[in-house]
């Protein structure tokens, strides 16, 4: 990474993407594709010298995470809610009908206009089944002309033509595979796994960039370890891991999928293993930083590595296919109503995007938790699910074993604690 940033330096004067922020600057590179946090003082040696009213207040230097970004590193676009497949846990509860009023091309070009003025980096168009929208290319096309980098997630089931004629416009293309055989159907509830098999190969027939996205469920857990081989089998380039959510139709289904306490108390050492074994990167969504710090991993590597845990309406955002913004995928629409093409006077107020935001005000045990200020109180959406959105993630070990400790066996009479 420090080659690749002094490369960067040595061509300053060629193309590049870069943004400033409080504590200095976030820089996109290529190879290895990755977007970088710097502080001021690596900022001005890659030639952004003057940060304006951002870098007004020296307290900033140095520091993420005090307020939120200038602006989101990337946006999660659910393009349309139309798919046939019908998924027991679809995220979005998506139907062949889709959504009332959904966006088109013309308002999605919108959007991106907003987004791109704002300096975000990265898209992540999915549904329901973007593949079946006949403008999907031109978005993509559009949206790499603007300077942002789309990335695709589809399931492969339906208008895989569509997909392989644009594959090129595409920065990365994850087919969902939640298992293999017969435990795709387990999970999903619809036997598409020789399609969804078919399709990355088709993929990768023409492009490099093509992975794996798995949610994660209590049904093929076990099973991670032979997905891992596979996708070093079939040349896939990542394996991105997705916590089951309580959202759409996974709401329903959420006490029969998620993990249980005891698979996610093993998902890291799973993780090393497997990727260790087949030479393979995975990647974890945000959701999961809280079963990572219950192994207690080196704070300043997860700090180094940007690791943090939610980040929605921070590091990230995301419309509903009606153009609602949204803290994340798997979140409500926002109480104040704000459209994604209308994002921009809506980041900054102080009241956007709550109660993701106010992950400081966080209760025990999080609010003692070393690894606090990088978890951040763990997934909102399935403590709302739980009950109450601002509470602590209730499937992190720590919370689990905090609510044990504070729960009596049956029987038992509460010991009083000693006053002091």
């Known amino acids: ?163 392989l004629a644009h594959a090129d416009l595409f920065g990365q293309i994850n087919v969902s595979l939640d298992g293999l055989g017969a435990t795709y159907a387990k999970v999903r509830g619809v036997d598409g796994f020789a399609r969804a098999d078919a399709a990355l190969a088709a993929l990768r027939a023409v492009k490099r960039e093509i992975g794996i996205n798995v949610v994660v469920t209590r049904h093929n857990f076990d099973e991670l370890g032979a997905i891992f081989a596979y996708a070093r089998a079939h040349r896939l380039n990542e394996v991105e891991l997705l916590r089951f959510k309580p959202s759409g139709r996974g709401a329903a289904a959420y006490g029969a999928m998620a993990c249980t306490d005891a698979q996610h108390r093993a998902l890291l050492p799973t993780i090393l293993a497997g990727a260790r074994r087949h030479r393979l990167r995975v990647r974890v969504d945000c959701s999961y930083v809280p079963m990572l ?52 006077a809506h980041w900054t107020r102080p009241d956007a995007f709550i109660p993701y935001r106010a992950w400081r005000e966080a209760l025990e045990p999080c609010a003692s938790c070393s690894y606090h200020d990088l978890c951040r109180g763990g997934c909102k959406v399935v403590s709302g699910h739980a009950g109450d959105p601002t509470a602590p993630d209730p499937e992190c070990p720590r919370v689990v074993d905090f609510r044990r400790a504070e729960a009596p066996p049956p029987g038992t009479r509460r010991r009083s604690l000693p006053v002091v």
């Open 1 to 163: 990474m420090i080659a690749a940033l002094r490369a960067l330096r040595d061509r300053a004067r060629g193309p590049r993407k870069a943004r400033l922020e409080r504590f200095g600057a976030i820089v996109q590179l290529v190879r290895p594709r990755a977007l970088v946090f710097v502080d001021r003082a690596r900022a001005r040696v890659l030639g952004l010298r003057d940060g304006g009213a951002l870098w007004a207040n020296p307290a900033d230097d140095g520091v993420i995470g005090r307020a939120p970004l200038a602006a989101p590193l990337e946006a999660h676009l659910q393009l349309t809610n139309r798919c046939d497949v019908g998924c027991t846990g679809c995220y979005t509860g998506a139907s062949p009908g889709g959504a009332p009023r959904e966006y088109g091309l013309a308002d999605w070009k919108r959007a991106i206009d907003e987004l791109a003025r704002m300096g975000v980096f990265h898209l992540a168009l999915g549904g329901g089944e973007s593949a079946i929208l006949p403008w999907l290319g031109e978005l993509a096309a559009y949206a790499r002309g603007r300077g942002l980098v789309p990335n695709l997630t589809t399931s492969g089931l339906a208008h895989l033509d569509n997909v």
């Open 293 to 344: 710090a219950h192994h207690q991993p080196d704070r300043a590597l997860l700090a180094g590595l940007a690791v943090y845990g939610c980040t929605a309406g921070n590091f990230l955002v995301a419309a509903k296919a009606t153009g609602a913004a949204t803290a994340c995928s798997f979140a409500p629409p926002d109480p104040l109503r704000p459209r994604i093409d209308e994002l921009a």
